[in-house]
């Protein structure tokens, strides 16, 4: 049984390797920068930087907000995990009580590929970033986008509820991208 996972695994590896060795090898000339040119023969006295006496505001991507929203989450639920986890492995337990915590856990599971892919579908609207947190049956959706309107709301809600059936209740909260 070994060797069959260790083939399994050598021709995984091997076929991954020629298909990106493929790539690189028909992958066309690199593109040219289409960024400022870094090297010029301008001199530095034509550039203003910017004025001290205008009135600057600090930028603050709301994006890392939604970073630290998302940490939490992880957080929260790699606990309940490890919760779940020592309850299948525990002698202790019932057989019934190990069905409901794994049974628990593949619910999490379900959960948070529900929210990743229902994230991935809302920045194809259109937002710089988006949040979805599921909770007892409501879905609580964080998008940041320049423009608040019922329309764009109704959009997400429209989304969320198509691509996941256990939203009851979804909660849309724009944050502005400025």
């Known amino acids: 049984m070994k060797v069959r996972k260790r083939g399994v695994w050598l021709l995984t590896l091997l076929s991954l390797t020629a298909v990106i060795g ?4 028909l992958e066309k000339a ?3 920068f289409d960024g400022i040119t870094i090297f010029s023969d301008d001199t530095i006295e ?7 006496g205008k009135d600057t505001t600090p930028v603050f991507a709301e994006s890392y907000l939604f970073e630290e929203m998302r940490m939490e989450v992880r957080n929260e639920r790699s606990q309940l995990r490890e919760q779940l986890t020592q309850k299948i492995t ?20 379900k959960r948070e590929t529900a929210e990743a892919m229902l994230e991935m579908l809302i920045k194809d609207l259109g937002y710089e970033d988006a949040v979805v ?39 849309v909260d724009f944050k502005s991208g400025k």
């Open 22 to 25: 493929v790539y690189y090898l």
């Open 90 to 109: 525990s002698d202790d337990m019932t057989a019934e009580e190990r069905n409901a915590a794994f049974d628990e856990m593949q619910s999490l599971t």
């Open 133 to 171: 947190r599921a909770e007892d049956g409501g879905v609580k959706v964080s998008v940041i986008a320049a423009e608040m309107s019922p329309a764009q709301a109704d959009q997400i809600v429209y989304t969320v509820k198509s691509e996941w059936e256990d939203a009851r209740t979804v909660q």
């Open 30 to 32: 690199p593109k040219p």
């Open 46 to 52: 034509g550039t203003e930087l910017g004025e001290a």
